[in-house]
């Protein structure tokens, strides 16, 4: 909550006006093999021993026949598993309560008006229009004034380009060239479509493998968003739509919104005395729900890196590069999901199984079927535990684990973990079902 403390946004005033739910993680179902489901939990399993993972004191236990399920060890999943919810309490030191992460599920458009507020309560000048035209330096070639459709004149010195796909500023205007990443992130298209909220929002958000694609479920405390992603070579707008349909728990309440896509990046994101933010930066499919993530990290370095009229190169330079490696780094783990899969029941799945991945992904693969060993790179979005999640939960087995491990002695490891999964089944079942949470600090007038 960082940006939001800077903000000084109150956490239930956001949840209210977003609609939104709390968020522990996400149930991936079909992705490793038809009939299979796991939940990527934010947060950890266990707790480090010896200056090691737990997950390597689990595979040795598992390897003797003496752990029980790896979710057993994660209060994210535990929680999620119960409908349960609360706020981490860091006064319990010692219990997993301390440990909650979780994320939202809110309105997209709601949080879009409630950002605009803010800002224009904290004194931005708005000035709505349709830019028709954008004029460049002829010394420099730098944006130097945009056009809007009534003829106004908008003149700046630094532009961020928000403009969505079409990158307007970025590409439009500059041409400054896009990555395409199409060939490991194949799903170019989705279609959306709210329905009814049915029952009370569980915590955590669903993402089904269908044949060409998945199927997003997100519960909001006002009505449920769906989606369908999937791959045009293998799959129509019309067939992708009924699969949708077919997939909603509740009557629909929208008509259905188609969009394309390609997966990549801009080749700069910052050019000139542009930046771009959001889909003019890039695009990288909702799996892991990272788009906003990736939208708040880059105004972030954009602070650290804010420009004066000189235009720093090895300013612009080092924004770009950190920019490229974070977005490296999702492609890598969301690639991870379509890659590590037993699913042959498809053409799509069999060339997603069957694709050449990026080396850094094939190489971290590679470590931890040796090993069981995950490295966290620079601070990237997602820790250990993610990665373990969707590598376990995908059935990628390592072979070994850290030796460090092996040094515990067998009763005692035993005893340890028995402790540890009791623990979170204890800390679960003093947790607040979801939705008694929301009614108690930030739930919408539903009437
Ligand atoms: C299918 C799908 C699912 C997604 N799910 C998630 C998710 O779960 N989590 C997440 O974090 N992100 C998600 N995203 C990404 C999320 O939608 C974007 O991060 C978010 O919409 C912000 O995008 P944006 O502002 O860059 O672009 P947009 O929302 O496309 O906004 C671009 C704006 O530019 C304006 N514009 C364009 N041309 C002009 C012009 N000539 N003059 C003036 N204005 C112009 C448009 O009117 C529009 O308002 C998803 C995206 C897609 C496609």
Redesign the pocket.
């Known amino acids: 909550m960082q940006s939001a403390q800077l903000l000084g946004i109150d956490e239930n005033d956001f949840v209210r006006r977003t609609a939104a739910t709390f968020k522990l993680g996400i149930e991936f179902v079909d992705w490793g093999g038809l009939g299979q489901r796991y939940i990527h939990p934010f947060g950890s399993y266990g707790q480090e021993m010896e200056g090691v993972h737990f997950h390597h004191f689990w595979y040795r236990q598992a390897q003797a026949g003496g752990a029980l399920p790896l979710d057993r060890y994660s209060i994210g999943v535990g929680a999620a598993r119960a409908g349960k919810f609360q706020r981490p309490d860091p006064s319990l030191v010692h219990s997993p309560l301390a440990t909650i992460a979780y994320a939202y599920q809110f309105d997209?458009a709601l949080y879009a008006r409630y950002l605009r507020e803010l800002a224009e309560a904290a004194g931005t000048l708005r000035v709505e229009?349709?830019?028709?035209d954008v004029r460049l330096n002829g010394e420099s070639g730098h944006v130097e004034t945009l056009l809007?459709d009534d003829g106004t004149v908008v003149a700046g010195d630094l532009f961020i380009d928000?403009?969505?796909?079409?990158g307007?500023l970025i590409e439009g205007a500059l041409g400054t060239g896009y990555d395409d990443w199409s060939s490991y992130l194949p799903c170019d298209r989705?279609v959306?479509r709210a329905c009814e909220r049915v029952a009370d929002p569980i915590p955590y958000t669903r993402a089904t493998a269908k044949a060409a694609g998945w199927q997003?479920r997100?519960p909001l405390q006002s009505r449920t968003g769906n989606?369908h992603?999937y791959c045009s070579d293998h799959i129509d707008d019309d067939a992708a739509l009924r699969v949708l349909n077919a997939g909603l728990d509740g009557k629909p309440i929208s008509e259905p919104n188609f969009?394309r896509?390609k997966a990549g990046v801009r080749r700069k994101a910052w050019n000139r005395n542009v930046v771009s933010?959001?889909?003019?930066?890039g695009?990288l499919?909702?799996l892991e729900?990272?788009?906003?993530?990736?939208?708040q990290s880059g105004i972030a370095r954009l602070l650290t890196n804010f420009p004066d009229k000189r235009f720093n190169t090895p300013d612009i330079d080092y924004y770009n590069r950190r920019t490229r490696i974070e977005y490296e780094q999702i492609r890598d783990f969301l690639v991870l999901h379509y890659k590590a899969t037993d699913r042959d029941d498809s053409a799509f799945w069999n060339r997603c199984r069957t694709m050449v991945v990026p080396a850094s992904l094939e190489q971290r693969i590679a470590i931890f079927r040796e090993n069981a060993r995950l490295y966290r790179e620079d601070s990237e979005l997602f820790s250990e535990t993610s990665w373990l999640a969707v590598l376990h939960g995908q059935n990628v087995v390592p072979r070994s684990h850290h030796p460090i491990a092996d040094l515990l002695p067998p009763d005692e490891l035993a005893a340890r973990m028995t402790r540890i999964a009791a623990a979170m089944e204890g800390s679960v079942a003093r947790m607040p079902e979801h939705q008694v949470f929301i009614d108690h600090y930030c739930a919408i007038d539903r009437r």
Do not use: M, Q, Y
Not at 162 to 166: D, L, M, P, V
Not at 289 to 295: A, D, K, M
């Open positions: 997209a229009g349709r830019i028709v809007l928000c403009s969505g796909f079409r307007l989705a959306a997003w997100i989606g992603v969009l896509f933010l959001g889909l003019a930066a695009f499919e909702p729900s990272t788009s906003i993530h990736l939208i």
